[in-house]
Each structure stands twice: as structure tokens, then as C-alpha cells.
């Protein structure tokens, strides 16, 4: 009897392929589809329908429509639905970091951040972003001159921005050094050993990169706090001065533990993401002339070389942004949000049994053709400009929404790029501040030639690309 009602039920769990044993469908994933999670999830929606399961090698659904992920966000504020990221990767983050706090807790955080991180605070930012920008792609146009550069040196200059947002001064070797201890920290996302730290494993390493980073930051803080009293403009202006300086008023304060894991939080949740954005939107500009041209006349005619930036202007240049809205879509630097049920839960004759993963698939979502009609995985930035716009071109769909996407605030299910409900990205408009300045002063001065690039799919979907920049002559 038992097993007829097992499977009774296991008729309703969302269809898909559990693969060899213990292995699942790995071989069809690396052999098959070469890690490529957007074909190889695409093919199984089309051979299942939009809610099917993978197995990779441990099984989790993927929810990949509109409404799908829209149930799910539902789901999560109700708190039927919570964020899973592996114990390994739990345990890298540390206790204090947002992703391990959930519930009551994970509102409370939000909402004392939530202002910290809204487009007037990180306006802030602007000027010393503007800076940092303008030094360094100088000093990678020096460079160019004798080697091409890659993706890479990216990384190290997320690390920079984020750093002088939050600190001022940044002292270059402390950032070398805790670049280096970043990677290896890095490494140990994926573990085969789980949180059990056999000596030499990637986890191990990345556990003893962890003690290094957070004496560093430890350090960092310290410095702070000396240089920043309480009160002081950077103790007001920057989210670090509000989290050492949180007295409760806003609702919470933080110990020095905590402190340490909400910034390599933040640092983590903004470091890949962002750099994986710069790899993909130069690539596009690369590769599509038409895009380029009509970025360079529009950086032309709304913003001035030798003055300042000005935060209207950079969040409304419709090229400007529909570049980046586009490069977004068709390359989003996180694919898919991990998520695990509480309890049992149906959706659309599915049957979730509690502690389901359950996948929302942010790459399917967002080149979906019922959404997307035109080329849903083409580059075409025209589909994002607005009616009145001299691009505007009637005959490529053009997202009737458009308008909402440029507030993400939204988190809209159709473009979940930042996420969706209770855990949408808390620093998305720092990201797009970062990505709007590094465009306008990049085509404002510099010309730029890919030489090489690479599609990678994990675990951030990019471009790599090796290019050059030289400096322009007018
Ligand atoms: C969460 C994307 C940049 C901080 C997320 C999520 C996505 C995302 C998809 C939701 C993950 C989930 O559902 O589990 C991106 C993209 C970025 C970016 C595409 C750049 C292009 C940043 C930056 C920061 C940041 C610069 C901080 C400075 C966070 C944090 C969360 C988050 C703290 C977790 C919120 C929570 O758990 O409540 N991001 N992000 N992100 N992001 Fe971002």
C-alpha cells in the first residue's frame, strides 16, 4: 500500500530525468551541454514544460515562468519558502552573514539596510566611484599599451570600488593581499567534502582564507572607526559608518563578529556579480557597432568630460541604461536563486514535499519568448528604449514595461535579474551606479578592442575577454 501511494504521489512531483545513480545527469551536463545551464535547462523546459526537475547530480526543481517564479517569491514572504544555499557555502559566509539569517531576523536586517542602499544614500558614492573609475581605467590604458588585458583585472577593481565607497583610502597592498585571499575563498564554494575540512581541500583553504580575510577587515574597521568618529561625514554617508555606528535607533546593532561576515557578505554578494556585468557589456559593445555609435553620440551629448557626473542624467540616458538592461538579460551574472520548502506545498498539480529545492531560473525567465518576442536571446538594446526615443523601432517588441525594469526596486518576475521577493539584491542600485559611471567615462575617453572572449556559464554567467584600450586622441 505504501508503495502505491508513493507512487501515487511521485506522479504529481515535477517531471524530469533523474540520470544515472549517484551521478544524475552530470555526464549529460558537462559532456552534453559543456556546462552550458542555459541550454541545457532551456532543453528540459521544452521537453517538460516550465516546472521540471534536474539532477545535478542532487535533484532540484526549476521553476522558469513568469508566474512560477512570482508563486515562489509569494511563497517565500509568507515564509513557506526559505533560501538554501549549501552547509559548505553557509559555513564560508559564517554565521553573522544576511544569507544564514532568515525569518524574523532577515526582516529586521533588510529593512536597517534597505534605506542604506536606496538610490538617494548611494548617490554618496558617485563622486568617489566617478574617481576610482577615471584612475583606473587610465592605468589599464597605460597597460594596454604594451599587453592586452583580460577579465580578470575586473575583479581586483571591484574589490577597489568597494573599498573606497566604503573606507576612502585604499592601501594597495592590503587589497592585493585580500584579493588573493578572496580567491581562495572563492574556491571553496564548490565542496566535495562538504563542511568536513580535510587538510588541503578547496573548503579547508577557503576556511583558513576566511580567518585572513576577516583580520583584515577587523583591521580595516578599526581604522575606520579612528579616522571616522561618530557623527563625522563618511560616519553618516557610508553604509559602513551606519552598521559600526548602529546604536539600535534604527533598529539594530551589530557586534564586531557580525560585522565582519555583513561586510564579506557584501563584498561577495557585489564582487563576481558586478565584474561578470563589465566582462558581458563589453563583449555586446565589442561585437555590436550600431550600439556602440549610439552610446558614444548620447555620452556626447549628455555629459562633459572635465565636469562631474550627474545622477539624474546617469539614470535617465536611455541608450546608457538600455545597454545595460539588455546586457543583463541575455547575460545574467546569477542564473538561477536556491530556495527550500518548510513545508509541503502545491503549485500548478505539482506536488513540493517539504525540504524540496527548488531552483527559480533567472536565465529562463528572462529571455522567455512569451515575455521577449523579438530574438528572445539576441542583444538588442532598442528594446528597452522608450516610445519617444529617435531608435525606438515599432517593429521590435518593445518591453511594455520597460519603465518599471529601469525602478528594480519591481524585482519583476519577467526580469528577475536582482532577484524577487524577500531576498531581492540589496545593493542593485550601487551596481548600476557603478556600471553607468565605468560606461560613460570608459567610451567618453578610451577606444576599445576585444581581442579574444570566452562565454562562461558558472558559477556567474560572463564574457571573459581579453581587450585593449587606448586613449582617445579628441
Ligand atoms: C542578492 C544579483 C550586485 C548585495 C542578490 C540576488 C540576485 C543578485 C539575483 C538574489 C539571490 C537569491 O534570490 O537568493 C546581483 C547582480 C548584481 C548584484 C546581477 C550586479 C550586476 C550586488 C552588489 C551588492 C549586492 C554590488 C552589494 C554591495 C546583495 C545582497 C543580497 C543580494 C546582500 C542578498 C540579500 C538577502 O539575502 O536578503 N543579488 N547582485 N549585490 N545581493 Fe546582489
Known amino acids: 500500500f505504501q508503495e502505491i501511494t508513493l507512487l501515487i504521489q511521485r506522479r504529481h512531483l515535477p517531471p524530469g530525468r533523474y540520470g544515472l545513480p549517484l551521478m544524475g545527469e552530470v555526464p549529460w551536463f558537462v559532456i552534453g551541454n559543456k556546462m552550458n545551464f542555459g541550454a541545457f535547462t532551456a532543453e528540459r523546459k521544452k521537453k517538460w514544460g516550465s516546472i521540471f526537475h534536474v539532477s545535478i547530480p542532487f535533484t532540484a526543481t526549476i521553476v522558469s515562468e513568469q508566474d512560477d517564479l ?21 559555513a564560508i559566509l ?33 563622486v568617489v566611484v566617478d574617481v576610482t573609475v577615471q584612475e583606473q581605467l587610465n592605468e589599464w590604458s597605460a597597460l594596454s599599451s604594451s599587453s592586452t588585458l583580460s577579465s580578470d583585472v575586473f575583479k581586483l577593481f571591484a574589490l577597489r570600488l568597494f573599498f573606497a565607497a566604503s573606507f576612502g583610502k585604499v ?30 581541500s578547496p573548503f579547508d583553504q577557503a576556511m583558513a582564507a576566511r580567518d585572513r580575510i576577516l583580520t583584515t577587515i577587523d583591521q580595516v574597521i578599526d581604522q575606520f572607526e579612528k579616522e571616522n568618529p561618530e557623527g563625522s561625514d563618511r560616519a553618516q554617508n557610508t553604509v559602513i559608518g551606519r552598521c559600526v555606528y548602529a546604536s539600535g535607533e534604527e533598529g539594530l546593532c551589530f557586534d564586531r563578529s557580525q560585522l565582519k561576515d555583513i561586510l564579506l557578505n557584501l563584498i561577495f554578494a557585489g564582487h563576481d556579480t558586478t565584474t561578470g556585468a ?26 562633459s568630460k572635465s565636469t562631474s557626473l550627474d545622477m539624474e542624467k546617469l539614470k535617465s540616458a536611455p541608450i546608457l541604461n ?33 525540504d524540496s529545492s527548488i531552483f527559480y531560473n533567472i536565465y529562463l525567465a528572462a529571455t522567455d519568448p512569451n515575455e521577449y518576442k523579438y530574438r528572445p536571446l539576441e542583444f538588442d538594446f532598442r528594446r528597452f528604449l522608450p516610445q519617444d526615443h529617435k531608435l525606438y523601432d515599432p517593429t521590435i517588441w518593445n518591453h511594455k514595461e520597460a519603465r518599471d525594469i529601469v525602478d528594480p526596486a519591481q524585482g519583476r518576475a519577467n526580469y528577475p535579474i536582482f532577484g524577487g521577493g524577500s531576498r531581492s539584491c540589496l545593493g542593485k542600485h550601487f551596481a548600476l551606479l557603478e556600471l553607468r559611471v565605468f560606461l560613460v567615462r570608459l567610451f567618453q575617453n578610451y577606444e576599445l578592442s576585444v581581442v579574444k572572449e ?16 587606448t586613449k582617445k586622441t579628441t
Not at 177 to 199: A, E, Q
Not at 331 to 346: F, H, I, N
Open 322 to 354: 538600455a545597454i545595460i538592461w539588455e546586457t543583463l538579460r541575455v547575460d545574467p551574472p546569477v542564473l538561477a536563486g536556491p530556495r527550500s520548502t518548510r513545508q509541503d506545498l502545491v503549485y500548478k498539480n505539482f506536488r513540493f514535499p517539504k
Open 171 to 200: 592601501d594597495e597592498q592590503m587589497l592585493i593581499t585580500f584579493h588573493d585571499n578572496f580567491k581562495t575563498w572563492l574556491g571553496g564554494f564548490i565542496s566535495l567534502t562538504g563542511t568536513v575540512r580535510v587538510p588541503g
Open 278 to 303: 563589465m566582462g558581458s557589456v563589453i563583449y555586446h559593445l565589442a561585437h555590436h557597432a550600431e550600439a556602440r555609435a549610439a552610446l558614444e553620440e548620447e555620452i556626447n551629448n549628455f555629459f
Open 70 to 90: 512570482h508563486w515562489l517569491f509569494q511563497m517565500e514572504r509568507k515564509g513557506f519558502v526559505e533560501a538554501a544555499w549549501p552547509s559548505s557555502v553557509a
Open 94 to 126: 559564517g554565521p553573522g552573514a544576511i544569507a544564514n539569517v532568515f525569518g524574523e531576523q532577515h526582516r529586521r536586517i533588510r529593512s536597517f539596510f534597505q534605506p542604506w542602499f536606496s538610490p538617494a544614500f548611494v548617490e554618496n558614492y558617485l
Open 454 to 469: 570566452t562565454k562562461v556559464w558558472l558559477p556567474i554567467c560572463t564574457w571573459n575577454v581579453e581587450f585593449q584600450l
